[in-house]
């Protein structure tokens, strides 16, 4: 399977806890996305790369929230002193730069609760 | 970007044609429309994208009128398994893509 992958698919952590997830997007693909989404809610835009830059945050990215791409490829979201209300999914999705206008590849998510 | 609206539930039957209208009357002249589909705890996944006029894919056909204000997604002889939400975007293709909430189609028996 060449698609979106994110890892882990779930996670309960506890209040105050530090967590990270990971994003393999499609390879060759140079941009990349972070969206979080709560239940009855379409998915809201947190922060995107292209190659390793990250270009545009969401005013919704507190400074509890950091995202990286080191080298292009694989990318990170970590929060940090996790709050009851970060628990929602966090999908990633990758488009070639150069590819179809709008039409991103989003992973399965991962479904963050917080307790 | 383009605020749009589209209904917030619909409800059809197996093997009906169903037709998904969005209105975006501020869209702008570099603006597409994009239609996403989701499933329960999946990611989205993009169905179809247009400029203006119609587009027919495998999945479904996009109509848009020439003054782009509305578009309308239509599938074809729906299915249990098109239960399912549906996404109208519109946006610059180099900017990012703004979800709403969507319209929730429940097909049945």
């Known amino acids: 399977d060449t698609g979106v992958s994110q890892d882990p698919r779930h996670k309960i952590t506890k209040r105050g806890q530090n967590v990270t997830f990971r994003c393999d997007p499609i390879?060759?693909?140079?941009?990349l996305y972070w969206y979080r989404q709560t239940l009855g809610q379409g998915p809201e835009f947190l922060t995107y790369?292209?190659?390793?830059?990250?270009?545009?945050k969401s005013r919704l990215l507190s400074d509890r929230f950091s995202a990286e791409r080191p080298k292009g490829s694989f990318s990170t979201l970590e929060i940090q002193r996790t709050e009851q209300g970060d628990s929602a999914m966090y999908l990633c999705?990758?488009?070639?730069?150069?590819?179809?206008?709008?039409?991103?590849?989003f992973g399965p998510g991962t479904r963050l609760t917080v307790t | 970007l383009a605020k749009t609206t589209q209904p917030i539930s619909m409800d059809s039957y197996e093997g009906q044609e169903v037709n998904i209208t969005c209105s975006h009357n501020?869209?702008?002249?570099?603006?597409?429309i994009t239609w996403y589909q989701q499933f329960p705890s999946q990611g989205p996944r993009f169905i179809i994208q247009g400029y203006k006029t119609k587009v027919t894919n495998e999945v479904a056909s996009l109509f848009i009128p020439a003054d782009r204000k509305s578009s309308t997604l239509s599938l074809p002889r729906v299915s249990l398994s098109d239960t399912a939400v549906y996404y109208c975007l519109v946006g610059d293709p180099d900017d990012k893509i703004i979800f709403g909430k969507g319209t929730r189609l429940h097909i049945l028996p």
């Open positions: 790369f292209q190659n390793e830059a990250q270009l545009e």
């Open positions: 390879s060759e693909h140079n941009r």
């Open positions: 501020n869209i702008a002249t570099n603006d597409y």
């Open positions: 999705a990758s488009s070639p730069f150069r590819g179809p206008p709008g039409e991103q590849y």
